[in-house]
């Protein structure tokens, strides 16, 4: 089904619903899909937080890192598990 023929039925489905709540959610549900549409939060961090996520990837691809195992071990020794 087309995007045409997909909106011709959305829109036929809805004038056929009477309950109030029905519609308030696919309101609330379109609103969402609407608002968030090409929203990605990468874009609204700082170039900082950037630089940090970027040298965490390049940390783990080299691996650069402590595997949660050896921290869970340690954790647990400290607290007397």
Avoid: C
Avoid at 9 to 20: A, K, M, P, R, W
Avoid at 23 to 38: D, F, I, P, R
Avoid at 47 to 71: C, H, M, Q, T, W
């Amino acid at each position: 089904m087309g995007t045409v023929e997909l909106k011709t039925s959305l829109h036929q489905l809805i004038e056929g619903v009477t309950d109030n709540s029905v519609l308030e959610a696919v309101y609330t549900l379109l609103s969402k899909a609407t608002n968030n549409a090409g929203d990605d939060w990468y874009n609204s961090l700082s170039d900082e937080e950037k630089a940090a996520i970027d040298r965490g990837l390049n940390d783990a691809d080299n691996k650069r890192f402590v595997p949660y195992s050896d921290v869970k071990a340690k954790s647990d020794k400290l607290l007397g598990r």
